[in-house]
């Protein structure tokens, strides 16, 4: 069984910079492809980010390209969604979510996704 933690949102303005975190359980932490997604109100749950297992392939949606940055610290069990210039639309509520090594779906889709977070607001204003 593995439990995702997000944290690091928070309200800010439209140009600012979040560090978003996801604390992961789980001994084979080192073997999940892992995922951003965000859900804005009214909206469905999109795909932001994904990361291989060891860090060394990376993936983004073209909204966030060149703004966002996903890391992982496998030594730390964590995740990490580095976002610069925020814009208003980047507003939702943002979930990690870990893929274990079983074929599920491509990586742009919640499908593939095994476990799932609670997720943490970030407001962005104008």
């Known amino acids: 069984q593995v439990q995702l933690v997000e944290s690091g949102g928070g309200l800010v303005q439209a140009g600012g910079s979040l560090r978003l975190s996801c604390a992961a359980s789980?001994?084979?932490?080192?073997?999940?492809?892992l995922g951003w997604f965000r859900q804005a109100p009214g909206k469905e749950r999109e795909f932001v980010a994904r990361?291989?297992?060891?860090?060394?392939?990376?993936y983004y949606a073209d909204s966030v390209k060149g703004r966002f940055t996903i890391s992982r610290d496998n030594a730390k069990n964590t995740v990490y969604l580095q976002m610069h210039s925020l814009k208003p639309e980047d507003t939702a509520v943002y979930f990690c979510a870990a893929d274990v090594p079983y074929y599920s779906g491509p990586y742009y889709s919640r499908s593939a996704y095994d476990y799932w977070g609670q997720g943490t607001q970030v407001t962005v204003s104008s």
């Open positions: 789980g001994r084979t932490f080192n073997t999940y492809v």
């Open positions: 990361i291989s297992s060891n860090g060394g392939t990376t």
